[in-house]
């Protein structure tokens, strides 16, 4: 019963920006992080960022740090992924996640529990 959904992504020139929202639904308590995935065509899902949800601490995967910004708002129950600078490299479907356990992976798409659909970012060249 419980739902990701992401949105805010489109198409956008290099060097622009976009801010991804993934709002959770469903009765459930706060997970113990949660994280941005990303998918290339053709390409296997990587880790982009994540954030711990009561210290509010984040992480990022190298390509992106300096330019990707992870935060959360607790009373939407709401993750965000503010990215500038974009590339033409960070083209791909963005898919939000929650992981329930502090065991596991924070980076490892294995380790978290529920997904969204995903939301297609697009940057030309």
């Known amino acids: 019963q419980v739902q990701l959904v992401e949105s805010g992504g489109g198409l956008v020139q290099a060097g622009g920006s976009l801010r991804l929202s993934c709002a959770a639904s469903?009765?459930?308590?706060?997970?113990?992080?949660m994280g941005w995935f990303r998918q290339a065509p053709g390409k296997e899902r990587k880790f982009v960022a994540a954030?711990?949800?009561?210290?509010?601490?984040?992480y990022y995967t190298e390509s992106v740090k300096g330019r990707f910004t992870i935060s959360r708002d607790n009373a939407k129950n709401t993750v965000y992924l503010q990215m500038t600078g974009l590339k033409s490299e960070d083209t791909a479907v963005y898919s939000c996640?929650?992981?329930?356990?502090?065991?596991?992976?924070?980076?490892?798409?294995?380790?978290?529990?529920?997904w969204g659909q995903g939301t297609q970012v697009t940057v030309s060249s």
């Open positions: 954030i711990s949800w009561s210290t509010a601490n984040t």
């Open positions: 469903g009765r459930t308590s706060s997970p113990y992080a």
């Open positions: 996640a929650a992981k329930r356990a502090r065991s596991g992976r924070l980076l490892s798409s294995y380790d978290y529990d529920y």
